[in-house]
């Protein structure tokens, strides 16, 4: 059984430096969660995305991970926060391509199709908290057990 | 020596301490050298060891005859910064933490202070209480230029050694006549993926390459922003003349970069080094004739 400790943390996202740090948490976490390599690697990826939103949109801010269960499923859940501009217009930066700056505007779309459940919290000048959470799917299906 | 009575006439505590400080310039250095951080340092003479503490007590004092005891910038600093920061650095490397360097030069304190009370013993309670403040002020004040020196100078090193990282990670390898090969371990960061384009578009001119191949199976994550780094990389080496392969895209980093949305269309890609190398021979019309060891296993 997974446990909460070295899942569960908050880490400053101020720097390129505290991104490397994000990364490897989340990669641990997803790792010792149970999450598999393909997995593993499109929580990281998408962590990555959005701990860089928080960074060069936001101003920086933070992430928070917990481990997260429902109906004896384990979840990893990240949520990434800043007290930046916030986004005005979701739909438009969800939208592939779209950038306000000189990016590929693949981040946030792209985030959203890598993980479960996606969600997005934003007010206009006070700031942008977005919320994600992935569930270890295990190899034996429902279909199966039954 | 500048216009100043012996004894008599009370000044401001500032002047008072810095008059002090003139007046027992030899005592308070004589004291200083049998203290550790002047005494590991100064290893060769107790002489130099005295020098050495007579130029931070002449500091001091510059500094309190320009009444600018609480200001680490102040100029009367300047001339020993870099004795404290050389003194800092061999304490450093003689295994010393930074809060054990900084209680060595809080240890510099306690023998200035007793000679000042020794010294103003006619003084009023009252005018020795303000110039023991003032002389407690300077030394917190020197201390942290010591400590800001050193820490500067950290910094410098850790900026070099990064520098050093970012280099000794981008080898480029000319794996053949008109090829060359860069494999990309670790963080591609901004200021790394910087690196990495100069090594390769120096490497393409130098070598006269044809191809180069970015192999990036030691690279952990690709985002949007690693994948942009390929590409620009990609599209400054087709420039130069010269087309880029990039080789090592483990399967989990296929499958998320194509949830991601990234489109690498414009970018040539093998799933191995080899299998990149393959391609630049073929390229390059160079043929390879596979010898086994007896004929059977041919097609
Ligand atoms: N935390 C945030 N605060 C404010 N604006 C944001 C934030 N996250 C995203 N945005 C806005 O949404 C846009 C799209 O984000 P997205 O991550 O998709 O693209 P990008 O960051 O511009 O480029 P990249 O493809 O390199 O990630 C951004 O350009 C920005 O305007
Ligand atoms: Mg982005």
């Known amino acids: ?146 | 020596m500048p216009e100043h009575e012996a004894g008599g006439s009370l000044g401001t505590p500032t002047h008072e301490v810095r008059d002090f400080l003139r007046r027992r310039r030899e005592q308070i250095a004589q004291r200083w050298a049998d203290e550790p951080l002047f005494r590991t340092v100064f290893t060769v003479s107790r002489d130099e060891a005295v020098e050495a503490g007579k130029a931070v007590v002449d500091a001091l004092a510059q500094v309190a005859d320009a009444q600018r005891v609480e200001d680490p910038d102040a100029a009367g600093f300047s001339a020993v910064r870099e004795q404290l920061a050389r003194m800092g650095a061999a304490r450093s490397r003689a295994g010393l933490s930074a809060t054990q360097v900084a209680s060595e030069l809080a240890a510099l304190r306690p023998p200035v202070e007793n000679l000042l009370v020794a010294d103003l013993d006619q003084a009023s309670p009252e005018g020795l209480r303000e110039c023991s403040t003032t002389l407690t002020v300077l030394m917190g004040t020197l201390r942290l230029v010591a400590m800001q020196t050193a820490l500067s100078e950290v910094q410098a090193l850790t900026d070099r050694q990064r520098l050093q990282l970012l280099e000794v990670a981008t080898p480029v390898i000319k794996l053949w006549d008109g090829i060359v090969a860069v494999p990309l371990i670790g963080t591609l960061d901004s200021a790394r993926s910087q690196v990495v384009m100069e090594t390769l578009l120096n490497a393409v001119v130098e070598q006269h390459a044809r191809f180069a191949i970015l192999d990036i199976t030691g690279v952990p994550t690709v985002d949007s922003l690693v994948a942009q780094h390929l590409m620009k990389t990609v599209a400054a080496a087709r420039l130069m003349g010269a087309e880029c392969v990039v080789s090592g895209i483990r399967p989990a980093i296929a499958q998320t970069i194509v949830h991601l949305g990234l489109d690498l269309g414009t970018v040539k890609t093998r799933a191995s080094l080899a299998d990149a190398l393959g391609y630049c021979l073929h390229e390059l019309g160079t043929n390879i004739v596979h010898t086994a060891p007896d004929g059977a296993g041919r097609r």
Not at chain 1, 10 to 27: E, K
Not at chain 1, 32 to 57: I, P, W, Y
């Open chain 1, 1 to 146: 059984m997974p446990t909460a400790a070295g899942v569960e943390a908050r880490l400053p996202i101020r720097s390129d430096m505290d991104l490397v740090w994000v990364r490897q948490h989340v990669r641990q976490a997803a790792a010792q969660l149970g999450f598999g390599l393909v997995d593993q690697t499109k929580l990281v990826t998408a962590a990555s995305e959005l701990a860089r939103n928080t960074l060069v949109h936001g101003g920086g801010g933070l992430m928070e991970a917990s481990h997260v269960t429902t109906g004896g499923a384990d979840g990893l859940r990240l949520a990434f926060s800043d007290s930046g501009p916030g986004i005005p217009d979701l739909d438009r930066a969800l939208s592939d391509g779209y950038t306000s700056g000189g990016g590929l505007g693949m981040g946030l779309g792209g985030a959203r199709r890598l993980v479960h459940d996606f969600e997005v919290e934003s007010v206009p000048g006070s700031g942008t908290t977005v919320r994600v959470t992935s569930w270890v799917t295990r190899p034996p299906r429902q279909r199966e057990d039954v």
